[in-house]
């Protein structure tokens, strides 16, 4: 597929906004079928990434490779291959669910009525199809703005907070839903705070502190314990 890539790496990146350092000499590699997780306290650093690697915003220094390209020159073809799923979940709360979903579908260039059915499905809201977002909890608007996100089948899926204010079944939800993209050959990174059920989602941690990687290694049963002794701090 045109665009397509099997591996996104950021390379000696700083992002700069006048003199602060957002993210400072940053550099990772993510390949298909890996799920990242970006752990670190609020201001680490984790949102610039994410929208680094979203193309949203340009590195001030470095680069970010996209397979063996750059992202300089390549972002019309890279963004359709591109999938994220802000912490403001972008949904119009007065359109129903079929509707959210057919709009953006339409946006993407999608023949809509098969995929938006199949993306009801996988968010498990078929039956609630027709009922307006804005009656929906937390955890069905977020299954339903990650489906969005997937529309096109992207190969890189950008998650930021996805567990904010879930229980833990549509916490479970989603990660299930993360694994079979995974599976799939997707490449997945997830900022999240909650560690619990990192632990049993990721294979690989980033751990930023400050703006700069402070490990970068593969996902243990221990990563609460290993995650305070790299922060050095409770959590």
Same mark, same amino acid.
């Given at each position: 597929?045109?665009?397509?890539?099997?591996?996104?790496?950021? @390379? #000696?990146?700083?992002?700069?906004?006048?003199?602060?350092?957002?993210?400072?000499? @940053?550099?990772?590699?993510?390949?298909?079928?890996? *799920?990242? %997780?970006?752990?670190? =306290? +609020?201001?680490?650093?984790?949102? !610039?990434? &994410? +929208?680094?690697?979203? !193309?949203?915003?340009?590195?001030?220094?470095?680069?970010?490779?996209?397979?063996? /390209?750059?992202?300089?020159?390549?972002?019309?073809?890279?963004?359709?291959?591109?999938? &994220?799923?802000?912490?403001?979940?972008?949904?119009? =709360?007065?359109?129903?669910?079929?509707?959210?979903?057919?709009?953006?579908?339409?946006?993407? %260039?999608?023949?809509? !009525?098969?995929?938006? +059915?199949?993306?009801?499905?996988?968010?498990?809201?078929?039956?609630?199809?027709?009922?307006?977002?804005?009656?929906?909890?937390?955890?069905?608007?977020?299954?339903?703005?990650?489906? /969005?996100?997937?529309?096109?089948?992207?190969?890189?899926?950008?998650?930021?907070?996805?567990?904010?204010? &879930?229980? #833990?079944?549509? %916490?479970?939800?989603?990660?299930?839903?993360?694994?079979?993209?995974?599976?799939?050959?997707? *490449?997945? *990174?997830?900022?999240?705070?909650?560690?619990?059920?990192?632990?049993? &989602?990721?294979?690989?941690? @980033?751990?930023?502190?400050?703006?700069? @990687?402070?490990?970068?290694?593969?996902?243990?049963?221990?990563?609460?314990?290993?995650?305070?002794?790299?922060?050095? !701090?409770?959590?």
């Amino acid at each position: 597929m045109s665009g397509d890539f099997e591996s996104v790496a950021l @390379v #000696d990146v700083s992002r700069h906004f006048g003199r602060r350092r957002a993210v400072s000499h @940053v550099s990772m590699t993510a390949r298909a079928g890996e *799920i990242v %997780g970006l752990l670190g =306290p +609020n201001g680490a650093g984790k949102s !610039t990434l &994410l +929208n680094l690697l979203a !193309t949203l915003a340009a590195p001030t220094s470095g680069s970010i490779r996209f397979g063996d /390209r750059e992202s300089r020159g390549s972002m019309p073809a890279l963004r359709r291959r591109i999938g &994220l799923l802000a912490h403001e979940l972008h949904l119009y =709360p007065e359109l129903t669910a079929r509707q959210n979903l057919a709009f953006f579908a339409q946006l993407y %260039g999608i023949d809509g !009525t098969a995929r938006v +059915n199949s993306a009801l499905e996988d968010a498990g809201l078929a039956e609630r199809a027709d009922e307006e977002v804005a009656g929906f909890s937390r955890g069905m608007r977020q299954r339903i703005a990650l489906e /969005r996100a997937l529309l096109h089948d992207p190969r890189l899926v950008l998650l930021d907070e996805p567990f904010t204010g &879930l229980d #833990d079944r549509a %916490g479970t939800r989603i990660s299930e839903r993360l694994r079979r993209l995974a599976a799939a050959g997707a *490449i997945v *990174i997830l900022a999240t705070h909650d560690l619990d059920l990192a632990a049993g &989602l990721v294979s690989r941690i @980033v751990v930023i502190r400050d703006g700069r @990687v402070a490990s970068d290694e593969p996902a243990t049963a221990e990563l609460r314990a290993r995650y305070r002794s790299v922060i050095g !701090t409770r959590t």
